[in-house]
């Protein structure tokens, strides 16, 4: 009896286990930039620093997969891309809305960690088009990227967790809705004193005119 709880307990455990799915591979010999924060998330002006990295959503049809930038002083989700495969493609198409939405200066500095989709020649090579400065976290430290793991937990406890998507287009709906509609647009936060990311940037704007 002793032995068939112990091997559902373990069948459990190894389940459970299942559902979490690595996403930063940084076992490769591709170029990494400098850590050029170092955990100085503090900005006074919007498009300054955008942190940036990936997360996963499970859905009936399998693993779908979100990379987003935001932005460290209005905490705006400048920009963010949803596919079923974690490709460099993936981490560009964040980039470009991000860049097609807010129309950054050169020298921006965009922060993300060592993963292979950031260490790309395509990826490298978009930065350098538009003058953005490279800067990358510390090997295995989550805590040089806490900015954008910080959204990860928000956006999965007040949405994705709430929620058993049956296809990848249900979840990708839900998430867009969320980020553009809510957290973005409504969400208040006591570090924005109690303003919205959205609020935050247009009363920056507004002063600066």
Same mark, same amino acid.
């Given at each position: 009896m002793q032995f068939?709880?112990?091997?559902?307990?373990?069948?459990?455990?190894?389940?459970?286990?299942?559902?979490?799915?690595? $996403? *930063?591979?940084?076992?490769? #010999?591709?170029s990494v930039y400098e850590n050029l924060l170092e955990q100085k998330f503090s900005m006074q002006s919007p498009n300054l620093v955008w942190v940036s990295d990936i997360t996963y959503v499970w859905t009936g049809e399998g693993w779908l997969y979100l990379a987003a930038l935001k932005d460290l002083c209005t905490k705006q989700v400048v920009g963010y891309s949803l596919n079923e495969r974690? $490709? *460099?493609?993936?981490?560009? #198409?964040?980039?470009?809305?991000?860049?097609?939405?807010?129309?950054?200066?050169?020298?921006?500095i965009v922060h993300s960690d060592r993963g292979s989709q950031y260490c790309t020649h395509e990826y490298r090579n978009m930065l350098e088009?538009?003058?953005?400065?490279?800067?990358?976290?510390?090997?295995?430290?989550?805590?040089?990227?806490?900015?954008?793991?910080?959204?990860?937990?928000?956006?999965? #406890?007040?949405?994705?967790?709430?929620?058993?998507?049956?296809?990848?287009d249900e979840a990708k709906a839900d998430i867009t809705k969320y980020i553009e509609l809510f957290y973005n647009q409504q969400r208040i936060q006591k570090r924005l004193n109690f303003k919205t990311p959205n609020q935050v940037a247009e009363d920056f704007y507004k002063s600066a005119a």
């Open positions: 068939g709880v112990l091997k559902n307990t373990i069948s459990c455990i190894v389940n459970v286990i299942s559902l979490f799915k690595r $996403t *930063t591979n940084i076992d490769h #010999n591709r974690m $490709t *460099t493609q993936l981490v560009c #198409n964040a980039l470009s809305m991000a860049i097609g939405n807010h129309q950054p200066p050169q020298g921006l088009k538009y003058g953005f400065q490279g800067s990358m976290s510390k090997k295995r430290d989550c805590f040089d990227n806490a900015p954008i793991e910080s959204f990860w937990g928000i956006l999965k #406890n007040e949405l994705v967790h709430q929620h058993s998507y049956k296809t990848r």
